[in-house]
């Protein structure tokens, strides 16, 4: 399998430009997650799905995000308009069942910078 | 929702000394810890996880974990470092919630 994939690797923007960060789970995994990381916050999670139906957007910082999930190998992560607060590296992860229990498995990551 | 703590931001250590790393959850009824880690350029990994049972979990590389469930902690340990083990390292909750992360740096 070819792991979780995410798309672009790096995004240079200017403030003010929509953003879309792409995320391919892994085959038959039913969860799916996004995360921000900073030197400031460390990892946050920012919403996850099940079934491709969000579950938690509690880590949503503000209307300005917003993440679909279409389909079950289909993600995106959508920032409108973007700040330069805004730069992070997003990750995507996606397992089997659930976090409780299992674990989860990570795409290489978005370095996203906001001008 | 539960949530974890990693106190130590930076740790530099030599070869062969031991490490510990510390990690603390907030009570939330059932726990499930887990600890990941990012090497440098690659993607984050399961180190190991504890559910039940044993509060003493093995990982792999050598790592292993204790459970205190009386001291709400979790810390990672490893008897001797290598400079392999350079890394960031990750204490996450079964909420999917991860602590903020502990770089650690291994001189040789």
């Known amino acids: 399998d070819a792991g979780v994939i995410q798309s672009p690797r790096h995004e240079v923007t200017e403030m003010g430009q929509e953003v879309t960060l792409r995320c391919k789970p892994i085959s038959g995994h039913d969860y799916l997650f996004w995360y921000r990381q900073t030197m400031m916050r460390g990892l946050e999670l920012l919403i996850y799905?099940?079934?491709?139906?969000?579950?938690?957007d509690s880590g949503m910082p503000e209307d300005r995000f917003s993440a679909k999930m279409p389909n079950a190998s289909f993600s995106t992560l959508k920032i409108q308009p973007s700040e330069p607060r805004d730069s992070a590296v997003y990750f995507c992860?996606?397992?089997?069942?659930?976090?409780?229990?299992?674990?989860?498995?990570f795409g290489p990551g978005t370095r996203l910078t906001v001008l | 929702a539960q949530s974890v703590s990693q106190h130590n931001h930076h740790v530099i250590l030599s070869e062969a000394a031991s490490l510990e790393l510390g990690c603390n959850y907030s009570y939330g009824g059932t726990v499930n810890l887990f600890w990941y880690v990012q090497y440098p350029g690659q993607h984050l990994q399961l180190l190991l996880k504890?559910?039940?049972?044993?509060?003493l979990v093995k990982g792999i590389k050598g790592f292993e974990a204790e459970f205190i469930k009386s001291k709400f902690s979790f810390n990672l340990r490893k008897p001797s470092v290598q400079w392999s083990d350079t890394a960031e390292y990750f204490c996450a909750v079964g909420s999917g919630r991860f602590g903020a992360g502990t770089r650690l740096t291994v001189k040789p």
């Open positions: 799905f099940n079934n491709n139906v969000p579950i938690d």
């Open positions: 504890y559910f039940s049972g044993d509060p």
């Open positions: 992860a996606s397992s089997l069942g659930g976090v409780k229990y299992n674990e989860q498995f």
